[in-house]
């Protein structure tokens, strides 16, 4: 291919994208690499040292995609995960967590918070160049947009246009990974999916592959949820079922 038209089909790469990610990681290292790969892919990088200062460059930039380091100085990335899906205004901002911690409980603390994504030091720039393809592919809600996003049974309504999940009249705090989750399986009352299908549909085919992560993801669903909780039937040996006799 001639240079000049490869230099044309770059440029044209670069100004598709554009997307905003923000960067919170300490080790200098690590964050020159990810600014620079990212940079690379026609994103435009934020990058931040501390969970204090990544917490405010979130709030500042509003970002695509947060990718958030597990240990950081100041605020560790829970916290800051934890006060971003608290915040209405950043709460449905992606967050990919970053850490060189790779046993099963990090991973279900990071997904217990709110985080989209998970994954472990060292990786590939390819490996995360394609993880973050995927997080921005799906979006906030993206793919429960459209004809059917308002779901309604008795006093649980869950509105994914409007991000809002409704208990009797009271707003329930979700992340989009649950406001997915919920919304899906509401949407096909009585079909039972497997973990499997569930990380395949709700959360994506490059997230993390542990059984956990749906488990979690249910298991902070029904504390949200109250009387309702029991409508997320459990089907031993096989995964997860909205109830079919609550009516809507």
């Given at each position: 291919m001639d240079r000049s038209v490869e230099d044309e089909l770059e440029t044209q790469r670069f100004a598709m994208k554009r997307e905003t990610i923000v960067v919170v990681e300490d080790e200098s290292d690590i964050l020159d690499v990810l600014e620079y790969n990212l940079a690379r892919e026609g994103y435009r990088v934020r990058a931040f040292r501390d969970g204090e200062q990544g917490l405010d460059g979130v709030r500042r930039?509003?970002?695509d995609l947060v990718l958030l380091d597990l240990m950081l100085p100041v605020l560790d990335g829970v916290e800051v995960c934890r006060r971003l899906k608290q915040d209405p205004i950043t709460r449905s901002i992606p967050v990919i967590m970053l850490t060189a911690k790779g046993e099963e409980s990090d991973v279900v603390l990071g997904l217990g918070v709110g985080a989209d994504d998970y994954m472990t030091k060292p990786f590939s720039p390819k490996e995360l160049l394609a993880r973050v393809k995927a997080v921005l592919?799906?979006?906030?809600?993206?793919?429960?947009?459209?004809?059917?996003?308002?779901?309604?049974?008795?006093?649980l309504v869950i509105d994914t246009s409007r991000h809002e999940v409704l208990v009797d009249g009271e707003r329930v705090d979700c992340t989009a990974t649950e406001m997915r989750l919920l919304h899906f399986l509401a949407s096909h009352p009585g079909r039972v999916f497997s973990r499997d299908h569930l990380l395949s549909r709700v959360i994506g085919e490059d997230a993390v592959v542990l059984d956990r992560n749906i488990d979690v993801h249910v298991g902070s669903l029904r504390k949200k949820l109250g009387e309702y909780r029991n409508w997320i039937e459990t089907v031993r040996g096989v995964g997860y079922r909205f109830a079919d006799a609550t009516g809507g």
């Open positions: 930039a509003n970002p592919r799906r979006g906030p809600l993206k793919e429960e947009r459209g004809k059917g996003d308002r779901v309604v049974y008795g006093g």
